[in-house]
T-cell receptor, first 114, second 113 residues
C-alpha cells in the first residue's frame, strides 16, 4: 500500500461508546496530524506528532485522546462524544513538522455521534 | 494568529470557461501558500503551491498568483473540465514559530457540461 490509509471510513457511535480511529502512512514521513473537517468551516488542526512525540494540542477536549506508537501509525481514541463532534476526521502526514510543505491526507473517517 | 478568508463559497462554471477563487490572509509573515483539491469521498490533495518570493506559478491549466502587498492570492483554472468539479481549499503557512497551515473555508466548484 502507498500513501495514507484511514480506518474505519464510516463510524456511528452513541454518546457513551468508546471507539478508535486508525491512521497508517507508508511514506516514511516524520510528522502526522489529525484534522477535523466540518461543513462550511476551515480544516481544524487537532493534534500534531513529530517523531512520535506530541508537539501540539490545539485545545481539543479530553474526550479525544491521540496515540502515536510509532512514526507510521496514529490513533484517535474517542469516548463520551457529543453530537457536535460528528464530522470527517482526516489524518495527514508530512516529511517534517517544521515548514511541513505538502500534507498528504487520508480519505478520512466519517464520524456520526447519536 | 493567521486568518485566511476564501471566496466564493460556491462557484458554477460552464465547461471550457475559466474559474477563479480568491483568498486573503492576515499575517504578513506568511510565506507559503498551497491549494488543495478535495474530490467527493477523498481527502484533500495538493494541486499547486507558491512561495512568497514568486508572484505567479503555472502548471498546465492551473495557475496561482500572489500579491504580498495586498495579502491575497488566487487560483485560476482555465479550460475547465468536468473532473475539475471538487472543493478547493487555500491555505497559508507562517514563518519561524508559526509553521502550521491555516486553511480557508473552501470553494465548491461545479463544472456544468
Amino acid at each position: 500500500e502507498t500513501g495514507v490509509t484511514q480506518t474505519p471510513r464510516h463510524l456511528v457511535m452513541g454518546m457513551t461508546n468508546k471507539k478508535s480511529l486508525k491512521c497508517e502512512q507508508h511514506l516514511g514521513h516524520n510528522a502526522m496530524y489529525w484534522y477535523k473537517q466540518s461543513a462550511k468551516k476551515p480544516l481544524e488542526l487537532m493534534f500534531v506528532y513529530s517523531l512520535e512525540e506530541r508537539v501540539e494540542n490545539n485545545s481539543v477536549p479530553s474526550r479525544f485522546s491521540p496515540e502515536c506508537p510509532n512514526s507510521s501509525h496514529l490513533f484517535l481514541h474517542l469516548h463520551t462524544l457529543q453530537p457536535e463532534d460528528s464530522a470527517l476526521y482526516l489524518c495527514a502526514s508530512s516529511q517534517d513538522r517544521l515548514f511541513p510543505g505538502e500534507l498528504f491526507f487520508g480519505e478520512g473517517s466519517r464520524l456520526t455521534v447519536l | 494568529g493567521e486568518n485566511v478568508e476564501q471566496h466564493p463559497s460556491t462557484l458554477s462554471v460552464q465547461e471550457g470557461d475559466s474559474a477563479v477563487i480568491k483568498c486573503t490572509y492576515s499575517d504578513s509573515a506568511s510565506n507559503y501558500f498551497p491549494w488543495y483539491k478535495q474530490e467527493l469521498g477523498k481527502g484533500p490533495q495538493l494541486i499547486i503551491d507558491i512561495r512568497s518570493n514568486v508572484g505567479e506559478k503555472k502548471d498546465q491549466r492551473i495557475a496561482v498568483t500572489l500579491n504580498k502587498t495586498a495579502k491575497h492570492f488566487s487560483l485560476h483554472i482555465t479550460e475547465t473540465q468536468p473532473e475539475d468539479s471538487a472543493v478547493y481549499f487555500c491555505a497559508a503557512e507562517g514563518n519561524f514559530g508559526n509553521e502550521k497551515l491555516t486553511f480557508g473555508t473552501g470553494t465548491r466548484l461545479t463544472i456544468i457540461p
